[in-house]
């Protein structure tokens, strides 16, 4: 049995892990591949917390006084700048001089957005569910992902069910652009899903 707080945590992991493999890379084609595994993680996380995270923290933790407090500060989501940077990082070419700049900026907002999701609100949401429930929404979440964008599109709806139709109809276009695409591992991007 798995719970949400592990498979977010762990993409969490992930996306710094490409992060560091992008700042780190020596020449440009690792670069360029990095890039686009960044890309393709982030925006599907992004979207699967929108259709499956935020609607099961609203349901379960919005009575919650000072979820109320905190989400007001972040609402409608800390995402719409996330996925407004993103969408600037993916198309840049690494020979940019903002490629750099741009990645930094971006970790630095998700790192903020990691911080209080993990120490704040997957906790008090922990707290409310079962762990069956945890383990349901972990798998939706999976399974969100896997028919998700896989580059950002900040004018798209982020509230179900506008997102999830939104989704599947924009995948496919993306999946499209991730044919031509350079990969790390081409098998993990356009192969089946490697995380249910």
């Not at 993409?11 to 990095?34: K, S």
């Not at 929108?50 to 009575?63: N, Q, T």
């Not at 971006?106 to 120490?119: G, N």
């Not at 350079?182 to 490697?194: F, H, I, N, S």
Request: aromatic share 8%; with cysteine.
């Amino acid at each position: 049995m798995n719970r949400i707080t592990h498979t977010i945590s762990a993409d969490h992991r992930d996306l710094a892990q490409c992060y560091h493999r992008i700042i780190d890379a020596t020449d440009e084609n690792g670069q360029t591949c990095h890039q686009n595994q960044f890309t393709w993680q982030l925006a599907r996380h992004l979207v699967g917390e929108e259709v499956v995270l935020f609607p099961a923290m609203e349901k379960y933790i919005r009575d919650d006084p000072v979820i109320d407090e905190e989400q007001q500060d972040f609402h409608p989501h800390p995402h719409q700048q996330i996925k407004e940077k993103l969408e600037i990082f993916q198309d840049l070419h690494c020979s940019d001089p903002r490629f750099v700049p741009t990645i930094t900026d971006l970790m630095d907002d998700l790192a903020v957005h990691i911080h209080t999701e993990e120490t704040l609100d997957l906790v008090k949401l922990e707290s409310a569910i079962t762990a069956e429930e945890s383990d349901r929404l972990a798998r939706s979440f999976c399974r969100t992902k896997w028919f998700a964008p896989t580059r950002a599109h900040p004018s798209m709806p982020d509230r179900p069910p506008y997102a999830t139709a939104a989704a599947l109809i924009t995948a496919p276009l993306d999946r499209l652009k991730d044919l031509f695409c350079w990969w790390p591992d081409p098998d993990l991007y356009l192969g089946p899903e490697q995380e249910e």
